[in-house]
Protein backbone atom coordinates (compact mmCIF):
# COMPACT_ATOMS: atom_id res chain seq x y z
CA UNK A 1 0.00 0.00 0.00
CA UNK A 2 1.47 2.97 -1.19
CA UNK A 3 1.79 6.04 1.78
CA UNK A 4 2.60 10.22 0.99
CA UNK A 5 6.29 8.79 1.66
CA UNK A 6 6.48 7.44 -1.09
CA UNK A 7 5.89 10.02 -3.60
CA UNK A 8 8.66 11.89 -5.13
CA UNK A 9 7.40 16.08 -6.04
CA UNK A 10 9.41 16.78 -8.82
CA UNK A 11 9.13 20.29 -9.87
CA UNK A 12 11.18 21.04 -13.10
CA UNK A 13 12.57 24.96 -13.45
CA UNK A 14 14.00 26.69 -16.05
CA UNK A 15 14.59 30.29 -15.06
CA UNK A 16 11.42 30.02 -13.02
CA UNK A 17 12.52 31.87 -9.15
CA UNK A 18 9.62 34.27 -9.13
CA UNK A 19 7.41 31.50 -9.70
CA UNK A 20 9.69 29.13 -7.21
CA UNK A 21 9.34 31.90 -4.34
CA UNK A 22 5.14 31.96 -5.02
CA UNK A 23 4.20 28.16 -5.53
CA UNK A 24 7.31 26.20 -3.62
CA UNK A 25 6.03 26.90 0.28
CA UNK A 26 2.49 25.93 0.01
CA UNK A 27 4.20 22.81 -1.69
CA UNK A 28 6.12 22.09 1.28
CA UNK A 29 3.22 23.03 3.48
CA UNK A 30 0.29 20.55 1.95
CA UNK A 31 2.37 17.58 1.13
CA UNK A 32 3.43 15.95 4.67
CA UNK A 33 6.69 13.53 4.40
CA UNK A 34 6.34 13.36 0.48
CA UNK A 35 9.91 13.84 -1.02
CA UNK A 36 9.91 17.39 -2.52
CA UNK A 37 12.52 17.96 -5.83
CA UNK A 38 13.79 21.06 -7.64
CA UNK A 39 15.29 19.62 -11.32
CA UNK A 40 17.21 22.80 -12.64
CA UNK A 41 17.15 23.00 -16.42
CA UNK A 42 19.83 24.86 -16.32
CA UNK A 43 18.95 28.26 -15.03
CA UNK A 44 20.36 31.25 -15.66
CA UNK A 45 18.93 33.22 -12.90
CA UNK A 46 19.28 32.44 -9.13
CA UNK A 47 16.80 29.77 -8.91
CA UNK A 48 19.07 27.44 -7.45
CA UNK A 49 20.42 29.36 -4.82
CA UNK A 50 17.33 30.79 -3.67
CA UNK A 51 15.90 27.05 -3.42
CA UNK A 52 19.05 25.57 -1.49
CA UNK A 53 19.14 29.11 0.84
CA UNK A 54 15.69 29.16 2.06
CA UNK A 55 14.24 25.26 1.70
CA UNK A 56 16.80 23.02 3.24
CA UNK A 57 14.41 20.10 2.74
CA UNK A 58 13.98 20.37 -0.65
CA UNK A 59 15.99 18.05 -3.33
CA UNK A 60 18.09 19.63 -6.03
CA UNK A 61 18.84 17.83 -9.22
CA UNK A 62 20.82 20.25 -11.54
CA UNK A 63 20.38 18.91 -15.09
CA UNK A 64 23.10 19.83 -17.56
CA UNK A 65 21.31 21.74 -19.97
CA UNK A 66 17.35 22.86 -21.10
CA UNK A 67 16.11 20.15 -22.93
CA UNK A 68 13.09 21.21 -22.43
CA UNK A 69 10.03 19.05 -20.26
CA UNK A 70 10.62 16.00 -22.07
CA UNK A 71 14.09 15.61 -21.90
CA UNK A 72 14.61 17.74 -18.37
CA UNK A 73 12.54 15.10 -16.27
CA UNK A 74 13.95 11.74 -18.46
CA UNK A 75 17.25 13.34 -17.27
CA UNK A 76 16.16 14.11 -13.82
CA UNK A 77 14.04 11.40 -12.83
CA UNK A 78 16.96 8.84 -13.43
CA UNK A 79 18.53 10.09 -9.99
CA UNK A 80 14.61 9.60 -8.05
CA UNK A 81 13.69 6.16 -6.30
CA UNK A 82 10.44 6.44 -4.94
CA UNK A 83 8.06 4.64 -6.37
CA UNK A 84 5.47 7.00 -7.67
CA UNK A 85 6.25 10.59 -9.19
CA UNK A 86 4.10 13.45 -9.34
CA UNK A 87 5.81 15.98 -12.18
CA UNK A 88 4.47 19.01 -11.55
CA UNK A 89 4.92 22.69 -13.45
CA UNK A 90 6.47 25.41 -10.93
CA UNK A 91 3.01 27.36 -11.58
CA UNK A 92 0.86 25.15 -9.72
CA UNK A 93 -0.29 25.68 -6.65
CA UNK A 94 -1.57 22.68 -4.52
CA UNK A 95 -4.38 22.59 -1.80
CA UNK A 96 -4.98 20.89 1.53
CA UNK A 97 -4.43 17.12 1.38
CA UNK A 98 -3.69 17.23 -2.74
CA UNK A 99 -2.05 13.76 -2.50
CA UNK A 100 -4.59 11.87 -0.57
CA UNK A 101 -7.09 10.84 -2.76
CA UNK A 102 -4.15 10.38 -5.26
CA UNK A 103 -2.52 7.64 -3.16
CA UNK A 104 -6.01 6.03 -2.40
CA UNK A 105 -7.22 5.73 -6.08
CA UNK A 106 -3.49 4.19 -6.58
CA UNK A 107 -3.93 1.22 -3.86
CA UNK A 108 -7.45 0.98 -5.24
CA UNK A 109 -6.49 -0.31 -8.54
CA UNK A 110 -2.86 -2.40 -9.54
CA UNK A 111 -3.27 -1.78 -12.70
CA UNK A 112 -4.12 2.22 -12.27
CA UNK A 113 -0.07 3.75 -13.67
CA UNK A 114 -1.32 7.11 -14.02
CA UNK A 115 -3.84 9.63 -12.56
CA UNK A 116 -4.30 13.41 -12.87
CA UNK A 117 -6.44 15.60 -10.02
CA UNK A 118 -8.77 18.01 -11.16
CA UNK A 119 -6.80 21.37 -12.66
CA UNK A 120 -8.40 24.44 -12.24
CA UNK A 121 -7.25 28.23 -13.37
CA UNK A 122 -5.16 30.16 -10.90
CA UNK A 123 -6.73 33.27 -12.43
CA UNK A 124 -10.12 32.29 -12.07
CA UNK A 125 -10.43 29.33 -8.99
CA UNK A 126 -13.78 28.72 -10.12
CA UNK A 127 -13.13 27.87 -13.95
CA UNK A 128 -11.34 24.85 -15.25
CA UNK A 129 -7.95 25.33 -16.82
CA UNK A 130 -6.99 24.80 -20.72
CA UNK A 131 -4.04 21.93 -19.69
CA UNK A 132 -5.96 19.10 -18.25
CA UNK A 133 -9.35 20.48 -16.59
CA UNK A 134 -11.18 17.16 -15.45
CA UNK A 135 -9.41 14.79 -17.50
CA UNK A 136 -8.04 14.46 -21.37
CA UNK A 137 -9.40 12.47 -24.08
CA UNK A 138 -8.12 12.08 -27.81
CA UNK A 139 -10.43 11.26 -31.07
CA UNK A 140 -9.39 9.03 -33.49
CA UNK A 141 -7.07 11.93 -35.57
CA UNK A 142 -5.00 12.78 -32.49
CA UNK A 143 -6.89 15.80 -31.32
CA UNK A 144 -6.99 15.85 -27.91
CA UNK A 145 -9.64 17.54 -25.37
CA UNK A 146 -10.58 17.63 -22.08
CA UNK A 147 -13.84 17.31 -19.92
CA UNK A 148 -14.46 21.08 -18.96
CA UNK A 149 -12.38 22.07 -21.71
CA UNK A 150 -12.92 21.68 -25.59
CA UNK A 151 -10.44 23.85 -27.83
CA UNK A 152 -11.08 27.23 -26.28
CA UNK A 153 -14.82 26.30 -24.60
CA UNK A 154 -14.02 26.37 -21.03
CA UNK A 155 -16.34 25.33 -18.29
CA UNK A 156 -17.19 26.38 -14.92
CA UNK A 157 -16.38 24.67 -12.12
CA UNK A 158 -19.98 23.02 -10.37
CA UNK A 159 -18.85 20.05 -9.01
CA UNK A 160 -19.80 18.31 -12.51
CA UNK A 161 -16.78 16.55 -12.65
CA UNK A 162 -15.89 15.51 -8.91
CA UNK A 163 -15.66 11.66 -9.67
CA UNK A 164 -13.04 9.26 -10.10
CA UNK A 165 -12.88 7.91 -13.96
CA UNK A 166 -10.69 6.25 -16.27
CA UNK A 167 -9.32 8.32 -19.13
CA UNK A 168 -6.79 8.45 -22.23
CA UNK A 169 -4.64 11.08 -20.67
CA UNK A 170 -3.29 13.30 -17.94
CA UNK A 171 -2.01 16.62 -18.15
CA UNK A 172 1.59 17.03 -17.70
CA UNK A 173 0.99 19.99 -15.63
CA UNK A 174 0.04 18.22 -12.41
CA UNK A 175 1.20 14.10 -13.62
CA UNK A 176 1.09 11.54 -11.40
CA UNK A 177 3.16 7.96 -12.64
CA UNK A 178 4.24 5.09 -11.34
CA UNK A 179 8.00 5.24 -11.31
CA UNK A 180 8.31 1.56 -12.83
CA UNK A 181 5.95 2.50 -15.49
CA UNK A 182 7.86 6.02 -16.66
CA UNK A 183 10.77 3.40 -16.78
CA UNK A 184 9.34 0.69 -18.50
CA UNK A 185 7.68 2.93 -21.45
CA UNK A 186 11.11 4.66 -21.48
CA UNK A 187 9.88 7.93 -20.26
CA UNK A 188 8.94 11.38 -22.53
CA UNK A 189 9.98 11.36 -25.98
CA UNK A 190 12.66 13.57 -26.02
CA UNK A 191 12.45 14.75 -29.41
CA UNK A 192 9.27 16.49 -28.30
CA UNK A 193 10.90 19.32 -26.14
CA UNK A 194 7.41 20.43 -25.05
CA UNK A 195 3.67 19.81 -25.43
CA UNK A 196 2.08 16.42 -26.28
CA UNK A 197 4.58 13.94 -24.43
CA UNK A 198 2.59 13.63 -21.42
CA UNK A 199 -0.26 12.47 -24.15
CA UNK A 200 2.23 10.28 -26.03
CA UNK A 201 3.28 8.77 -22.99
CA UNK A 202 -0.39 7.79 -21.91
CA UNK A 203 -0.80 7.11 -25.12
CA UNK A 204 2.24 4.24 -25.04
CA UNK A 205 0.47 3.56 -20.87
CA UNK A 206 -3.01 2.34 -22.82
CA UNK A 207 -0.96 0.38 -25.63
CA UNK A 208 0.54 -1.44 -22.82
CA UNK A 209 -2.67 -2.48 -21.25
CA UNK A 210 -2.44 -0.11 -18.39
CA UNK A 211 -4.90 2.59 -16.97
CA UNK A 212 -4.47 6.41 -16.72
CA UNK A 213 -7.42 8.24 -14.01
CA UNK A 214 -8.63 11.02 -13.10
CA UNK A 215 -9.03 11.91 -9.58
CA UNK A 216 -11.68 14.97 -8.97
CA UNK A 217 -11.62 14.37 -5.30
CA UNK A 218 -7.62 16.27 -5.96
CA UNK A 219 -7.78 19.78 -6.83
CA UNK A 220 -4.50 22.10 -7.86
CA UNK A 221 -4.50 25.71 -9.49
CA UNK A 222 -2.77 26.00 -12.84
CA UNK A 223 -1.85 29.57 -14.10
CA UNK A 224 -0.85 28.30 -17.55
CA UNK A 225 1.24 29.49 -20.15
CA UNK A 226 3.91 30.84 -17.94
CA UNK A 227 6.79 29.07 -19.91
CA UNK A 228 4.90 29.65 -23.41
CA UNK A 229 2.22 31.83 -23.51
CA UNK A 230 -0.88 30.40 -25.27
CA UNK A 231 -1.23 32.70 -28.38
CA UNK A 232 3.14 31.91 -29.06
CA UNK A 233 4.18 30.41 -32.60
CA UNK A 234 6.35 28.11 -30.99
CA UNK A 235 3.88 26.59 -29.45
CA UNK A 236 1.14 26.12 -32.26
CA UNK A 237 4.24 24.92 -34.35
CA UNK A 238 5.02 22.38 -31.32
CA UNK A 239 1.49 21.14 -30.60
CA UNK A 240 0.68 20.72 -34.86
CA UNK A 241 4.11 19.06 -34.98
CA UNK A 242 3.72 16.58 -31.89
CA UNK A 243 0.10 15.79 -32.85
CA UNK A 244 1.28 14.01 -35.90
CA UNK A 245 4.84 12.30 -34.45
CA UNK A 246 2.04 10.95 -31.27
CA UNK A 247 -0.75 9.99 -34.34
CA UNK A 248 1.88 7.90 -36.36
CA UNK A 249 3.64 6.29 -33.27
CA UNK A 250 0.83 5.17 -31.48
CA UNK A 251 -2.31 4.37 -33.48
CA UNK A 252 -3.47 1.36 -34.59
CA UNK A 253 -3.25 -0.81 -38.28
CA UNK A 254 -5.69 2.70 -39.88
CA UNK A 255 -2.57 5.06 -38.63
CA UNK A 256 -2.29 6.02 -42.99
CA UNK A 257 -5.65 7.39 -43.75
CA UNK A 258 -6.06 8.84 -39.96
CA UNK A 259 -2.55 10.43 -40.81
CA UNK A 260 -3.64 12.29 -44.46
CA UNK A 261 -7.29 12.98 -43.12
CA UNK A 262 -5.18 15.02 -39.56
CA UNK A 263 -2.96 16.35 -42.04
CA UNK A 264 -5.71 18.16 -44.69
CA UNK A 265 -7.80 19.47 -41.22
CA UNK A 266 -4.04 20.87 -40.51
CA UNK A 267 -4.19 22.51 -43.91
CA UNK A 268 -7.43 23.63 -43.17
CA UNK A 269 -6.85 25.16 -39.97
CA UNK A 270 -3.34 26.98 -41.61
CA UNK A 271 -5.64 28.88 -43.95
CA UNK A 272 -7.93 29.59 -41.43
CA UNK A 273 -5.03 31.38 -39.48
CA UNK A 274 -4.17 33.08 -43.13
CA UNK A 275 -7.94 34.53 -43.48
CA UNK A 276 -7.59 35.66 -40.10
CA UNK A 277 -4.30 37.86 -40.98
CA UNK A 278 -1.80 35.95 -38.75
CA UNK A 279 0.39 34.74 -40.82
CA UNK A 280 3.63 33.60 -38.15
CA UNK A 281 0.72 31.21 -36.99
CA UNK A 282 -0.12 30.06 -40.82
CA UNK A 283 3.91 29.19 -41.13
CA UNK A 284 4.16 27.77 -37.54
CA UNK A 285 1.43 25.08 -39.09
CA UNK A 286 3.92 24.74 -42.33
CA UNK A 287 7.15 24.45 -40.05
CA UNK A 288 5.23 21.61 -38.28
CA UNK A 289 4.60 19.54 -41.40
CA UNK A 290 8.28 20.08 -43.03
CA UNK A 291 9.72 18.55 -39.57
CA UNK A 292 7.79 15.85 -39.46
CA UNK A 293 8.36 15.23 -42.86
CA UNK A 294 11.42 15.50 -41.70
CA UNK A 295 11.71 12.82 -38.97
CA UNK A 296 8.66 10.53 -40.34
CA UNK A 297 11.66 7.38 -40.33
CA UNK A 298 12.29 8.29 -37.01
CA UNK A 299 8.51 7.77 -35.96
CA UNK A 300 7.79 4.87 -37.98
CA UNK A 301 11.24 3.14 -36.27
CA UNK A 302 9.57 4.24 -32.49
CA UNK A 303 6.17 3.16 -33.77
CA UNK A 304 7.73 -0.46 -33.48
CA UNK A 305 9.22 -0.34 -29.97
CA UNK A 306 5.14 -0.89 -28.58
CA UNK A 307 2.09 -2.77 -29.31
CA UNK A 308 -1.03 -1.06 -30.55
CA UNK A 309 -4.39 -0.93 -29.36
CA UNK A 310 -7.64 0.27 -31.27
CA UNK A 311 -10.95 1.45 -29.46
CA UNK A 312 -8.42 4.69 -27.91
CA UNK A 313 -10.95 7.31 -29.36
CA UNK A 314 -14.05 8.20 -27.26
CA UNK A 315 -15.78 10.09 -30.41
CA UNK A 316 -14.63 9.73 -33.98
CA UNK A 317 -13.85 13.55 -34.75
CA UNK A 318 -14.15 16.07 -31.86
CA UNK A 319 -13.09 19.08 -35.03
CA UNK A 320 -16.75 17.69 -36.47
CA UNK A 321 -18.98 17.99 -33.59
CA UNK A 322 -17.38 21.23 -31.74
CA UNK A 323 -17.43 22.93 -35.01
CA UNK A 324 -20.26 22.26 -37.41
CA UNK A 325 -22.46 20.38 -34.60
CA UNK A 326 -21.79 23.24 -31.93
CA UNK A 327 -21.34 20.51 -29.31
CA UNK A 328 -18.82 22.67 -26.68
CA UNK A 329 -19.50 20.66 -23.47
CA UNK A 330 -17.94 16.80 -22.91
Given at each position: ???T ?6 I ?16 L ?25 N????K ?9 Y??G ?7 V?E??L ?5 D ?15 N ?112 VY ?18 F ?26 G???L ?5 L ?29 P ?23
Open positions: MYKQDIAVVLNWNGIELLKQFLPKVEHSGDAHIYVADNASTDDSVNFVSKFSTVIIQNSQNGGAEYNDALQVDPLCLLNSIEVTENWLFAIIEAFSEENTAIIQPKILDFKNKTTFEYAGAAGGFIDKYGYPYCRGRIFDTIEEDKGQYNDIIDIFWASGACFFIKNNVFNQLKGFDASYFAHMEEIDLCWRAFNANYKTKYVGFSTHVGGATLSNTSAKKTYLNRNSLFTLVKNTDSKVFIRTVFRMILDIAARFLIQKPKYFLAILKAHASFYKNLATIISARKEFKRGNYAETDSIVWSYFIKKRTKF
